[in-house]
């Protein structure tokens, strides 16, 4: 059969998508990946088809507009200014004329929006798929095949699911031009989409309407190799990982990464550190026991480490849950903060708001993951019912149900 | 289960691993690639894990030692002499370059890198505890780590050449070490009677002569990242035909084996549109395009085959099988044995026709061509070879037999 999936401006978003991309290929199907122009790279470096035809809307830029209007709302936690969609600097929210901007930005979302739906349904038309898959949002891939009468089948990154009830969990893109009626596809909510592949184990499992299509993840975080590290000593490894879009999206005060380092300093352990080398600088000098490594898919470096800290991102998030490793979430954003707080209740990890966690939080957090059994226990508990679900290779077969090409 | 691959330094001779790295991956299992540093982005790009510890000789050199060796055995059928392996130039004379003397004042830098290789190869096996090893034929490093660590090997074919030519054909891809070269492992003689099993990708009509045991699988194309051409994929009136030419030919085979400009010139005469795909290098050196032909850069071929009438290329096993599987009648112009018996066998198959280098002119380029397109019994056989080409098991079919043979089922 042929497939065509439509990703989102954000490659993590389609990152968890991209082993079944190889299972579709391995079974001899056609698969080609509709993204941006900014995403082809990374599709490409994958292994996969990119066909860059999608309008470009930047992730920083719309997660930037978003906290303005938190701001605005009130709503904005952080004791420093949110940041300028474009130029990244902060803004004061008291006199920024939030309307005059909107209705440029605005203009251009509906701008680049109508670009991947109509990009979206021209290809779908040539290339004639018989399925298309999509990441939560990217709606383009929906629209495309409601247009030409195919099943789409929708893909989750991670624990938040299509029909949340919190509002700002962004369960789906909001359909400002009204594409979806305007093209007879009805309205684009919850119960638009029939089929959601859920690569999480019970226990995370994300809310949704339509039939839920079981898949275990597989860490896929972009190309690269392990580093060449000694095997784990006496001291237990903590592997610290954070995304440094936080800083991008939140301010400078998300990027937690020296008072992380600060913390472990006061407990018996060795860190694993890997930083881009844009954050290399700010990181100052570093405590002992700390091993500084240039960046490395996440999957190659958790085997050995008994704990991991991140800013709970959905991608370190499941493959810490793959790995079995006990996991502590500092979250800056909604999804973060609901994805912090889900592990939590499994057991497999904590969850402590990254501008509120001190530095003798972030200690005590740590030494419980390290030293309770339950936590450990949960997060092998979570890693077995994981690793039980069906695979990529498995699902292939059962998106072959769904359509009647071969 | 643990897979390692281990691979040559050369991106053809492993493409044809990567869906089965997929399909191992996909269904839940480790895979690792055992390559050089050179290989490092070429491994990651195409979603697999290097671990970039191998060494040895640049494959370039490899290429030119073996055309030189083939000429000195008599197995050389071009009225040029073929190139030095170290200098690149055409050899005066077929003595010109004595191997032994070379190696004997290049001891450190050759067999050094050799042993290092093959250090890293067992190390790695030994950290890292396959339960199968899977490589491509020149990268011995697989079948002596999988020796070393006592699991089984799998030579992974790239075509239609097997481990076990005619000896008439002078070819010999697996290569062979003088006795006693693995003994510092525990190893004893590699070569390609110590083949136990070979990845098959090829339909029955195109068979490798192999003594080991087959592993049929469908050859699934991947030949390395990149987008499809620009436009339309449907061809608009006249019968598309593809040009492709070797990222590497005229290193290995010197500026004669240069083709393009007299294939491109032939195909311009014809009432065709053609598309020629090559690097930016060779994109330059053919100067400003006929009417009617239209130049991209490194194009992945399996994105520009669909919608051609035939295609045009030097007989790498990638073009070739990539050919294969997307139904398109091809001419191979071959600069080496290795892609003359390419040719050779699809032309006997039917879907196509082989010209050797120094007989691909203007005139015999586009009589060929025009066979190809004219002839309907061509299109009906590189029809008939895809349908059994894709009725292969699949890469993913493929897991569970490894698995058996890994004792992980």
């Not at chain 1, 409601?146 to 089948?153: D, E, F, L, M, S």
């Amino acid at each position: 059969m042929r497939i065509l999936a439509t990703v989102s401006g954000w490659p993590a978003h389609y990152f968890p998508m991209v082993p079944l991309g190889w299972a579709l290929r391995a079974a001899g199907h056609e698969l080609r990946v509709a993204c941006a122009p900014g995403q082809a790279a990374a599709v490409r470096t994958a292994g996969l088809a990119a066909v860059p035809v999608l309008g470009e809307l930047d992730m920083v830029y719309m997660a930037r507009f978003a906290n303005l209007w938190l701001a605005r709302a009130g709503a904005w936690p952080y004791p420093w200014a949110p940041l300028h969609p474009e130029t990244g600097e902060p803004v004061d929210p008291s006199t920024f004329d939030l309307d005059g901007y909107a209705e440029t930005a605005k203009r251009h979302i509906a701008r680049q929006t109508e670009t991947s739906f109509d990009a979206a349904i021209g290809y779908t038309r040539r290339w004639r798929p018989d399925l298309i898959l999509h990441d939560r949002l990217s709606a383009e891939g929906l629209l495309a095949a409601k247009v030409a009468g195919i099943p789409a089948v929708a893909h989750l990154w991670g624990p938040v699911g299509t029909d949340e009830r919190a509002a700002e969990l962004y369960p789906l893109p909001v359909d400002y031009t009204r594409a979806f009626p305007r093209h007879g596809a009805g309205m684009l909510d919850a119960d638009a989409i029939t089929h959601v592949v859920d690569p999480c184990p019970s226990g995370l499992t994300p809310p949704v309407r339509g039939i839920r299509i079981d898949m275990r993840y597989l860490p896929y975080n972009g190309p690269g190799a392990a580093p060449e590290l000694p095997p784990a000593g006496r001291r237990p490894r903590v592997c610290v990982v954070w995304s440094n879009s936080m800083s991008r999206m939140y301010g400078r005060g998300a990027y937690l990464v020296p008072r992380i380092v600060a913390a472990l300093a006061e407990l018996d352990v060795e860190v694993l550190l890997p930083v881009h080398p844009d954050d290399r600088a700010a990181l100052g000098e570093l405590p002992p026991r700390v091993r500084l490594l240039d960046q490395a898919p996440l999957h190659l470096l958790l085997p050995g480490c008994a704990a991991v800290v991140h800013h709970g991102g959905a991608g370190c998030a499941m493959t810490a849950v793959d790995a079995g490793t006990p996991q502590l979430a500092l979250p800056f954003g909604p999804e973060q903060r609901a994805i912090g707080a889900r592990l939590a209740a499994a057991g497999a990890g904590l969850g402590i708001a990254g501008h509120e966690a001190t530095r003798a939080q972030i200690r005590d957090a740590v030494q419980a993951l390290l030293s309770t059994p339950r936590h450990s226990a949960a997060a092998a508990e979570l890693a077995a019912a994981s690793r039980s679900r069906p695979t990529p290779a498995d699902v292939v077969r059962v998106l072959a149900t769904l359509t009647t090409a071969t | 289960m643990r897979v390692l691959f281990a691979v040559s330094s050369w991106p053809g001779h492993y493409y044809p691993m990567v869906p089965l790295g997929w399909a191992l991956q996909a269904a839940g299992h480790d895979v690792r690639v055992a390559c050089t540093p050179g290989q490092h982005a070429a491994v990651s790009a195409a979603g697999l894990t290097p671990v970039p510890v191998l060494d040895g000789m640049d494959m370039v050199f490899l290429t030119r030692l073996r055309y030189l060796w083939d000429a000195q055995a008599g197995h050389w059928p071009y009225p040029w002499q073929p190139l030095h392996p170290v200098t690149g130039q055409e050899v005066a004379g077929l003595r010109d370059f004595d191997f032994d003397s070379y190696v004997a004042a290049h001891t450190a830098t050759t067999f050094g890198a050799m042993i290092r290789s093959f250090d890293a190869a067992v190390r790695l096996a030994r950290d890292w505890r396959p339960d199968l090893v899977v490589h491509d034929p020149l990268a011995v490093e697989g079948a002596l780590a999988a020796a070393a660590v006592k699991v089984p090997a799998v030579t992974h074919l790239w075509g239609p050449v097997g481990t076990h030519e005619p000896a008439a054909t002078g070819l010999q891809i697996v290569p062979e070490y003088p006795a006693g070269t693995f003994a510092r492992w525990k190893v004893g003689s590699l070569g390609p009677d110590a083949v136990t099993h070979v990845v098959d990708v090829c339909p029955p009509a195109l068979a490798p002569p192999t003594t080991a045991t087959r592993l049929p699988v469908r050859f699934v194309p991947y030949n390395g990242p990149g987008a499809g051409p620009p436009g339309d994929d449907r061809p608009a009136g006249r019968p598309r035909v593809c040009v492709v030419w070797g990222t590497s030919t005229t290193a290995m085979s010197g500026p004669r084996s240069f083709a393009l400009p007299d294939i491109v010139t032939a195909l311009a005469g014809l009432d065709v549109e053609v598309v020629v795909t090559a690097t930016a290098e060779d994109l330059d050196r053919l100067g400003p395009l006929p009417r009617g032909v239209r130049g991209v850069e490194r194009c992945p071929l399996r994105l520009v085959l669909p919608g051609c009438s035939a295609v045009v290329h030097h007989g790498g096993a990638g073009c070739t099988m990539t050919a294969v599987d997307a139904g398109v009648p091809q001419l191979g112009v071959s600069f080496a044995i290795e892609q003359a018996l390419n040719a050779e066998r699809v032309a006997a198959a039917g879907a196509g026709a082989h010209l050797p280098g120094h007989l691909a002119g203007v005139d015999t380029v586009r009589a060929a061509v025009t066979d190809l397109l004219d002839k309907p019994a061509y299109a009906a056989a590189a029809r008939a070879l895809r349908e059994d080409a894709r009725a292969r098991p699949t890469p993913a079919d493929l897991v569970s037999t490894l698995a058996g043979l890994a004792g992980r089922p």
